[in-house]
């Protein structure tokens, strides 16, 4: 036990220890409450935290910035008509969710899952027993669900008759689209622009896929603009703050030159040979033969803008981004570069058949020839031997000069995508003399559109252009104006007008290859070709389908209205037509529209119709067609029992002359007639006709080849 003194130690030691540790605990307080106050000054002031930005996030956490979206602008025809142009779609999702309660205990979600899959089933493409497999899941319980693509995409229209049935858990999103009204409408020209996400912004845009969008995305798609205001924990805005706003820049509005009424003809008549014969490639363009305008172009294959079917088979624009051989429509540049050059002589002759040039043979289309026959028949007859000899006489260098004059093996700048610069064999004689009738290289569409205006604009070539211009969408102002545009004089004048009487020959005499492409009223000048396709081997494909044919055409023949090129490639022949009549059905009724559209002067020659009833119906087709009338053969049978119109009445060249059969009536394929005409043909065979519109007729009730009768209703739109 210890004493009082030891007790009196202990606790002077006891309370020496706590003043000690009382003193180290002030110093630490102090210490820790300077370090303290020091930050939160260093903080006040500096207003950063480990390099983060205290008052710019307080900011954010307040600020709320709407993003304003930019209109794409709209792209439209010649006439000002809306080809490609912004609209919103919608996405369709359901609410399953029970928990889903709105004010005065209204259900949020589906209710009566059987009716709402009937009534979608109505408005959507999709079956009730699909649409209630999707609002009834085997697995889990999903708080909604969404009808795969037949919930995508969803027209205003359609969404307003959905929500008109007022059914519970039915929603929508609305998404920004891009709409393409024609459908199948130069949809390679036009391209397409879908949604893209900006995986930095955030945003969905629209952005261009190939052609026009593509090519001029950055004008059409403007630039989005934002706005930025402060607001407390309630929503309400706060006062004294400034609010920052960029304003948003709507996309440039682009006008080409496509003619509706044109191109919506041109898709018709492609159809309907592609129908036919299922070519592997088809492409058609018309052309201004003075400007360089592009009026109509298409291809096929093709898709539907509006729906994107079909576009897997034609990403390529073969306007630009496809190369091929032309065949004997290259004859027309060989024909123009001898004539310039001092080389031909028409009236000389050679021997035709085959040609012997550096031990390798150079045939005919016919090897056998036609004899001894004159430069000018050789080439109406589309001789190979013909522009060999002329390329012969020439000789390589100056032959070549005139390829690159003619604007060949290099790109025509036309501003769209991928756009190829083509190439040649030309080393040796015999690939040199091949280049004269098309073969051993290779020629994109623009490129022969371009050289063909230097013939039908006497000698000048122009570049060819598909807009007209750009405009700002808030102003109307023109941005960047497009037009005619000189790239060069390849041949004369003189030149360029005994080139197209050469082509005349082509057409109109007596063993002419391209008689098929006679049109009453209008004289035409034009050039076929027929080209090997290549096997992709350095060689050629074999096989009666492995060629592609070609026409190039020019009317009216003396000055030139408009200028068309069509080609087909490898398509499968049944034997019924060749191929000129074939790419005929396409070149004469889109010509012969776009003429009428411009009001071009017909030729006026008249011949007297002659009698032709009760002959048989080969002989009155003979004598019909040698007055050079356009017949109509109606029915099968082979005794002609009306004609229209009567004997002795005096009519123009070319026009369109009908002769009733005795039996087998069958519906022709009238797309591209005249009113007069089509009520003529209905008042000879006994059809009733219903008509709307004025013009042209661009539809037809009765199918092509389809047997008529008596007092049948035929209904037709005139455009």
Request: proline share 4%.
């Given at each position: 036990m210890?004493?009082?003194?030891?007790r009196?130690t202990?606790?002077?030691?006891?309370?020496k220890?706590?003043?000690?540790v009382?003193v180290?605990?002030?110093f630490i307080?102090?210490?820790?409450f300077?370090?303290?106050v020091?930050?939160?000054m260093i903080?006040?002031v500096?207003?950063?935290?480990?390099?983060?930005?205290?008052?710019?996030e307080?900011?954010?956490?307040?600020?709320?910035?709407q993003t304003?979206?930019a209109?794409?602008?709209?792209?439209?025809?010649?006439?000002?008509s809306?080809?490609?142009?912004?609209?919103?779609?919608?996405?369709?999702?359901?609410?399953?969710?029970?928990?889903?309660?709105?004010?005065?205990?209204?259900?949020?979600?589906?209710?009566?899952?059987?009716?709402?899959?009937?009534?979608l089933?109505k408005?959507?493409?999709i079956?009730?027993k699909k649409?209630?497999?999707?609002?009834?899941?085997?697995k889990?319980?999903?708080?909604?669900?969404?009808?795969?693509?037949?919930?995508?995409?969803?027209?205003?229209i359609?969404?307003?008759?959905?929500?008109?049935?007022?059914?519970?858990g039915?929603n929508?999103?609305q998404?920004?689209?891009r709409?393409?009204?024609n459908?199948v409408?130069?949809?390679?020209?036009?391209?397409v622009a879908?949604?893209?996400?900006?995986?930095?912004?955030g945003?969905?845009n629209?952005?261009?896929?190939?052609?026009i969008?593509?090519?001029?995305?950055?004008?059409?798609?403007?630039q989005n603009?934002?706005k930025?205001?402060?607001?407390?924990?309630?929503g309400?805005?706060l006062?004294?703050?400034?609010?920052?706003?960029?304003?948003?820049?709507?996309?440039?509005?682009?006008?080409t030159?496509?003619?509706s009424?044109?191109q919506?003809?041109?898709e018709?008549e492609?159809?309907?040979?592609?129908s036919?014969v299922?070519?592997?490639?088809?492409?058609?363009v018309?052309?201004d033969?003075?400007?360089?305008?592009?009026?109509?172009?298409?291809?096929?294959?093709?898709?539907?803008a509006?729906t994107?079917n079909?576009i897997?088979?034609a990403?390529t624009n073969?306007?630009?981004?496809?190369?091929?051989?032309?065949?004997?429509?290259m004859?027309?540049?060989?024909?123009s570069?001898?004539?310039?050059?001092g080389?031909f002589h028409?009236?000389?002759?050679?021997?035709?058949g085959?040609y012997s040039?550096?031990?390798?043979i150079?045939?005919?289309?016919?090897?056998?020839?036609?004899?001894?026959?004159?430069y000018?028949?050789?080439?109406?007859?589309s001789?190979?031997?013909?522009?060999s000899h002329?390329?012969?006489?020439?000789g390589?260098k100056t032959?070549?000069k005139?390829?690159?004059k003619?604007g060949?093996?290099k790109s025509?700048n036309?501003?769209?995508p991928?756009?190829?610069s083509?190439r040649i064999q030309f080393?040796?004689?015999?690939?040199?003399?091949d280049?004269s009738f098309?073969q051993?290289?290779?020629?994109?569409?623009m490129?022969?559109m371009?050289?063909?205006?230097?013939v039908s604009?006497?000698?000048?070539m122009?570049?060819p252009y598909?807009?007209?211009?750009?405009?700002?969408?808030?102003s109307?102002?023109?941005?960047k104006?497009?037009g005619q545009?000189v790239l060069?004089?390849?041949?004369?004048?003189?030149?360029?007008?005994k080139?197209?009487?050469h082509m005349?020959?082509?057409?109109?005499?007596s063993?002419g290859?391209?008689?098929?492409?006679?049109?009453k009223?209008?004289r035409?000048a034009?050039?076929?070709g027929?080209?090997q396709v290549s096997?992709g081997?350095?060689?050629y494909a074999?096989g009666?389908?492995?060629?592609?044919?070609?026409?190039?055409g020019?009317?009216?023949?003396?000055?030139p209205?408009?200028?068309?090129f069509?080609t087909?490639?490898?398509?499968?022949?049944?034997?019924?037509k060749t191929a000129t009549?074939?790419?005929?059905e396409?070149?004469?009724?889109?010509?012969?529209?776009?003429?009428q559209n411009a009001?071009?002067?017909?030729?006026?020659?008249?011949?007297?119709m002659?009698?032709?009833?009760y002959?048989?119906?080969?002989e009155a087709?003979?004598i019909?067609?040698?007055?050079?009338?356009?017949v109509?053969?109606i029915?099968?049978?082979?005794?002609i029992i009306?004609q229209?119109?009567?004997?002795g009445k005096?009519?123009r060249?070319q026009?369109?002359?009908?002769v009733?059969?005795n039996h087998?009536?069958?519906?022709?394929r009238?797309?591209g007639?005249?009113?007069?005409?089509?009520e003529?043909f209905c008042h000879?065979?006994?059809?009733?006709?219903e008509?709307t519109?004025?013009g042209?007729?661009?539809?037809?009730?009765?199918?092509f080849?389809?047997?008529i009768?008596?007092?049948?209703?035929?209904?037709?739109n005139f455009?």
């Open positions: 210890k004493d009082s003194s030891d009196a202990d606790n002077l030691k006891s309370r220890n706590r003043k000690t009382g180290w605990l002030f307080f102090i210490v820790v300077f370090v303290l020091s930050r939160l903080i006040a500096g207003k950063n935290v480990k390099n983060v930005n205290l008052n710019s307080a900011q954010k956490l307040y600020t709320q910035t304003l979206k209109k794409r602008g709209t792209i439209y025809d010649a006439n000002g809306p080809i490609a142009e912004d609209t919103s779609t919608y996405s369709l999702y359901a609410v399953l969710d029970k928990s889903q309660i709105g004010i005065n205990n209204k259900p949020l979600y589906v209710t009566n899952k059987t009716k709402t899959a009937k009534i089933a408005y959507l493409p079956s009730k649409a209630l497999q999707f609002l009834t899941p085997k889990g319980h999903p708080f909604q669900v969404e009808f795969g693509s037949a919930g995508q995409n969803i027209s205003l359609t969404k307003k008759k959905i929500e008109s049935q007022h059914l519970p039915i929508f999103i998404q920004q689209a709409l393409y009204p459908g409408f130069s949809s390679n020209l036009i391209g879908t949604s893209q996400n900006n995986k930095k912004t945003t969905t629209l952005v261009g896929q190939m052609g969008e593509k090519a001029f995305n950055r004008q059409l798609a403007g603009g934002y930025d205001a402060q607001y407390d924990v309630y309400y805005k006062p004294g703050k400034k609010q920052k706003e960029k304003p948003v820049k709507n996309g440039d509005n682009i006008y030159t496509i003619d009424r044109i919506t003809l041109l018709s492609m159809n309907s040979v592609q036919q299922h070519a592997a490639g088809m492409n058609a018309l052309m033969a003075k400007t360089g305008k592009i009026v109509a172009a298409t291809q096929r294959p093709t898709f539907n509006a994107l079909g897997g088979n990403w073969t306007l630009t981004a496809d190369t091929y051989e032309p065949g004997s429509t004859k027309i540049f060989t024909l570069a001898a004539i310039n050059s080389h028409g009236n000389d002759t050679y021997q035709s085959q040039i550096d031990g390798k150079v045939p005919d289309w016919d090897p056998n020839g036609w004899g001894y026959i004159t000018n028949k050789g080439f109406a007859l001789s190979n031997v013909a522009m002329l390329e012969q006489q020439m390589p032959w070549n005139y390829i690159h003619f060949f093996l025509t036309s501003g769209l991928g756009e190829l083509g080393k040796y004689p015999i690939e040199q003399a280049t098309g051993g290289i290779e020629v994109t569409t490129q022969m371009q050289a063909l205006t230097a604009n006497n000698g000048t122009m570049k598909f807009i007209s211009k750009i405009t700002d969408p808030s109307g102002k023109i941005v104006q497009y545009k060069g004089h390849p041949i004369s004048s003189a030149t360029a007008k080139v197209r009487e005349q020959d082509v057409v109109y005499k063993y290859i391209g008689q098929d492409y006679k049109m009223g209008y035409v034009a050039k076929t027929t080209a096997n081997y350095g060689g074999s009666d389908d492995s060629y592609l044919y070609s026409v190039a020019m009317v009216p023949a003396n000055h209205k408009y200028v068309m069509i087909m490639k490898q398509p499968k022949l049944t034997g019924t009549q074939l790419l005929a396409i070149f004469k009724p889109v010509m012969t529209r776009a003429l009001n071009t002067k017909q030729a006026t020659v008249k011949r007297q002659p009698s032709v009833v002959k048989t119906t080969t087709k003979r019909l067609e040698e007055k050079n009338f356009d109509v053969s029915g099968t049978g082979d005794t009306k229209s119109p009567s004997v005096s009519i060249e026009k369109r002359v009908f009733l059969t087998g009536w069958k519906m022709p009238i797309i007639w005249s009113k007069n005409d089509v003529t000879l065979t006994g059809l009733k006709l008509s519109g004025k042209y007729a661009d539809s037809q009730s009765i199918a080849s389809t047997s009768k008596n007092k049948q209703i035929l209904k037709v455009e």
